[in-house]
């Protein structure tokens, strides 16, 4: 059957099971309702819930990190609609808290995934750097639910400024992001207007001429405190520890939140960021694969590198709280982006003379966005329980436009007495124009029964519709190549269970599906069918404090099939000129996490990571290589005390195995290490704070990621301090 046209039974039974469950459960709701509204239920009907009420989801009321506090949260909303305990939630899911940003100082999303636990980031520029998860790139990111790309080279990952906290899940997400790449989603979720005036001003500086301001402000705008208002204003500016580099963001955010009335809350809010970057592709490596000891300094490009990119986001929200305890929501986000860059960078490994070939590459980028979600979600009581059902539709439209040129051909390069001044940018007009329209629309449904009070089975499905249409143009010659996939009722179900063990843990299991079309041609010159990811996943959570500590073990197994790989003829010798949908790799990992106040005043977030992957069919994926098999994150802070009060002190360590490179036969390998941060701070009075950074403590030389020969191997950085000054009103 043709994907384009593909309507199967599993789609209509998928979705049709769990609307009809929660049809079925409608009954005894209605039932429970009524007799809620008349203050009790008969107990003569045999209903046992008396006592029962259904009020709503309270964790819709949750506290903004920034109110709470601390490294721990108690709920998350990424892949769930609905805020959900983290225990509740049969994945693995990690929350970094507005208090854990500002700690360790980040300003970019890719620095903050760096010491996340059970990511992998992929040095580049600040806000151009690749985020992987159990060997997967993300490449969407959601903003309050709403999705949008997130590409490396298009510096497309956002600033922290405007964030209350960033919500992490791991391994498929289909119910709500059946697209979405196999790793994960990431959820993050805004600073919201404040009931009571607020603010904060803070500064900061540091090595290599590194400075930070920001600007915070929020509180009611009438006398009524219906109409609630918030404004962010925020610039990182550095050097590099790389000669030439620099990288500058700028963050720019507003909101209004409106009262209509009492249950019903329409929210705007606006989103502008700017990067203006002097990017470099990192270092070249012997052509043997060894990698240079050169000074951590060294730079291999040329001084007109360049990159400069605007993102501009806007947000629609209209919430609403029924009577039956229900919660409806309409939102809407618009995203524009646009990027001009061109660099130099080395484009063979060295010789024995070192010596290595230049080359260089110009881009522009524009990319206009546009997503949508309504959903409803309702409480029930059921069983003598309470249950939650969850039933909505979304739409995203990714519009994107970009021109390129490239040149192999830019000289030859000394590497150890490399002239950025050496080389003129060369005089070349755009040589291909890519034009992309990616849509798609969605129906997804979730049912959550407890059946008894310590058992939440949980399942759901969602029907897609997908349309992707690429044309590219070679501009000297006009000729074009265009590719259209459609893919009709493609269904993605989902499934979990939670058991509460006691009061502090839970055992949870679930299994989670998406799939990813595919750029790549067969040999019939069609775009190959969509890549398949499952996974299986299951450990034990712990929630103590009220929700201020969690603690995850979790097993999981992920499988990639349908993978663009390279035909081999019956003789072993690959066939080239199109590509096949062999490919299957199997992941499996272990994960343990730690977040939140471990002791009054001492916050941790730390975690382990093992990840084995195994090619089963096709070309081996050099990008799975560049995991490390084990990875260590560990960060803690302590408030004293007593006559200590006010001083605080952090450390933290971030560690991985040996990890390598591998494509056409060129192997780059990198051994493990590990880098040690730490904090102090004190507060002069409940307003004013002042915070000393020290990262890499101990000036630990070691590479971060290596790529190949020619390029993409990067120090990590050396030493820093950095000073803040921060001050709340």
Avoid: C
């Avoid at 705008?221 to 500016?237: F, H, S």
């Avoid at 043997?288 to 990119?309: H, I, K, M, Q, Y």
């Avoid at 990008?623 to 994150?633: E, G, L, N, Q, S």
């Avoid at 990262?695 to 301090?721: H, M």
């Amino acid at each position: 059957m043709n994907a384009g046209t593909r309507l199967t039974r599993r789609a209509i039974a998928a979705l049709g099971g769990v609307l009809g469950m929660t049809a079925t459960m409608l009954a005894p709701f209605a039932l429970a309702q009524e007799a809620l509204t008349q203050g009790s239920l008969n107990e003569d009907d045999g209903s046992r819930l008396d006592t029962l009420t259904v009020e709503g989801n309270r964790l819709y009321d949750m506290l903004p990190s920034e109110i709470s506090g601390g490294y721990g949260v108690d709920a998350a909303t990424v892949g769930t609609k609905t805020p959900a305990s983290l225990r509740d939630i049969p994945q693995s899911v990690t929350v970094l808290t507005r208090d854990y940003l500002s700690d360790r100082q980040f300003t970019t999303l890719d620095q903050a995934a760096k010491y996340t636990p059970g990511l992998r980031t992929l040095t580049n520029d600040d806000g151009r750097s690749s985020i992987f998860s159990r060997g997967y790139e993300y490449n969407e990111y959601n903003i309050d639910g709403l999705p949008a790309p997130m590409s490396s080279i298009w510096g497309t990952l956002p600033a922290m400024a405007a964030l209350d906290r960033v919500e992490i899940m791991r391994g498929p997400s289909g119910l709500f992001n059946s697209t979405s790449e196999l790793g994960g989603i990431i959820n993050m979720v805004r600073k919201r207007p404040t009931d009571t005036f607020s603010g904060t001003l803070t500064g900061r500086y540091g090595r290599w001429d590194q400075h930070y301001l920001e600007a915070d402000i929020g509180g009611p705008l009438d006398a009524e405190g219906r109409l609630r208002g918030r404004l962010d204003a925020a610039v990182a500016d550095r050097d590099s520890f790389v000669d030439v580099k620099g990288n500058r963001n700028e963050s720019l955010y507003g909101a209004l939140d409106f009262d209509l009335s009492n249950a019903t809350t329409l929210g705007v809010g606006w989103w502008h960021q700017r990067k203006d970057i002097v990017p470099g592709n990192g270092l070249a490596a012997w052509a043997n694969g060894d990698l240079l000891d050169v000074p951590r300094s060294t730079f291999l490009g040329a001084d007109w590198n360049t990159f400069e990119g605007e993102m501009d986001d806007a947000f629609v929200e209209l919430t609403h709280r029924f009577a039956n305890g229900a919660h409806g929501r309409v939102a809407a986000r618009g995203s524009w982006r646009n990027a001009d860059l061109a660099y130099a960078y080395t484009a063979s490994g060295v010789d024995s003379d070192g010596n290595a070939k230049m080359a260089a590459i110009g881009r522009t980028f524009s990319q206009d966005v546009v997503s949508l979600d309504a959903s409803y979600s309702q409480p029930f009581a059921a069983f003598g329980t309470v249950s939650e059902f969850v039933l909505g539709s979304d739409f995203k439209r990714y519009e994107t436009d970009y021109r390129a040129w490239a040149t192999r051909g830019l000289g030859t390069t000394k590497v150890f007495s490399h002239d950025p001044g050496a080389f003129d940018r060369p005089d070349l007009g755009y040589t291909t124009a890519t034009s992309q329209t990616e849509k798609e629309a969605g129906l997804y449904a979730k049912l959550t029964m407890r059946p008894v009070a310590s058992l939440a089975l949980i399942g759901g499905a969602r029907v897609s519709w997908y349309d992707v249409d690429n044309e590219t143009t070679d501009l000297p010659t006009g000729a074009s190549t265009h590719d259209t996939q459609s893919l009709n009722a493609e269904v993605t179900p989902y499934a979990g269970v939670v058991w509460d063990l006691d009061e502090a843990h839970s055992l949870y299991a679930s299994y989670s599906e998406v799939f990813k079309p595919q750029s790549d041609l067969g040999s019939d010159d069609q775009l190959l069918d969509p890549r398949q990811g499952q996974q299986y996943e299951a450990g034990i959570k712990g929630s103590y404090h009220g929700g201020s500590l969690n603690t995850r073990f979790s097993l999981f197994q992920l499988t990639d099939e349908n993978r663009a790989t390279t035909p081999f003829n019956a003789n072993g010798t690959p066939i080239s000129g199109y590509m096949a949908a062999l490919g299957e790799t199997r992941i499996r990992g272990v994960e343990l996490e730690l977040s939140g106040e471990v002791l009054p005043g001492w916050e941790w977030l730390a975690g382990y990571s093992y990840l084995d992957t195994e090619t089963l069919a096709g070309d081996e994926e050099a990008v799975f290589a560049i995991m490390p098999r084990h990875h260590v994150t560990l960060w803690n802070t302590y408030e004293a005390s007593g006559m200590l009060s006010g001083w605080r002190v952090g450390a933290g360590i971030n560690a991985m195995s040996d990890f390598h490179y591998e494509s056409r036969g060129a192997r780059i390998d990198a051994p493990g290490y590990g880098v040690v941060d730490a904090l102090i701070g004190y507060d002069f009075s409940q307003a004013l704070s002042a915070t000393l950074n020290v990262n890499n403590v101990l000036d630990k030389t070691y590479y971060s990621r290596v790529g190949s020969p020619a390029t993409f191997n990067f120090y990590g950085e050396p030493r820093s301090v950095v000073a803040e000054l921060r001050y709340t009103f």
